[in-house]
């Protein structure tokens, strides 16, 4: 984690693959290291820029993103203003690429939400299987292990994970 500091900005990218195309980005704060990963920020009204679906949200709540070193998801929670979480978003990727600056993986369409009581739910699976025959053998089943990984995850309430909440409807998502 040598190429970042505690309130540097960096810009996250997520990228498709075999297409090698940009698919979604935003900028980001990073609030904590460890020699598991970089946690990062985004205060209410940060902007998620769609590429693919060219749209820029400006997104209305706060939220955190844990990317980890080797591993094959990163997520966090998302917070209302009071910094109660209103649900966790985990994406399925490659192993993020830390350069200075900037943090990227290619997204692996496998999402996983949980809500605040730590019931999740996988999302995309459709998306997944229609693609993974261009992905290398390794990426499918390390995304299907990752599955796995990112409920024992929640189960165990690892970092940044908080403990359980009153659970609340699904945020809608772009």
């Known amino acids: 984690m040598e ?19 940009l698919h979604y980005w935003w900028e980001a704060q990073v609030c904590e290291l460890r020699e598991e990963g970089v946690l990062v920020y985004m205060p209410t009204g ?19 993103v844990a990317f980890f ?5 990163s997520g966090g929670p998302d917070l209302d203003a009071e910094g109660k979480v209103l649900e966790y978003y ?3 990727q490659s ?42 053998t390794e990426w499918v089943e390390q995304a299907t292990r990752a599955v796995e990984q990112v409920q024992r995850h929640m189960r165990r309430q690892q970092w940044p994970v908080r403990p359980p909440g009153q659970g609340r409807a699904w945020l809608e998502r772009v």
């Open 3 to 21: 190429h970042y500091q505690i309130g540097q900005t960096v810009r996250v990218e997520f990228w498709k693959y075999p297409a090698e195309k």
């Open 46 to 64: 940060f902007l998620f820029h769609h590429v693919s679906k060219n749209r820029v949200l400006r997104v209305q709540h706060q939220a955190y």
């Open 95 to 136: 192993p993020p690429h830390f350069e200075p600056g900037r943090i990227w993986q290619y997204d692996l369409e496998i999402d996983i939400k949980c809500r605040a009581d730590h019931r999740c739910q996988t999302f995309d699976l459709e998306e997944f299987a229609a693609k993974a025959p261009l992905y290398p």
């Open 90 to 92: 985990w994406n399925i």
């Open 69 to 73: 070193v080797g591993r094959w998801y």
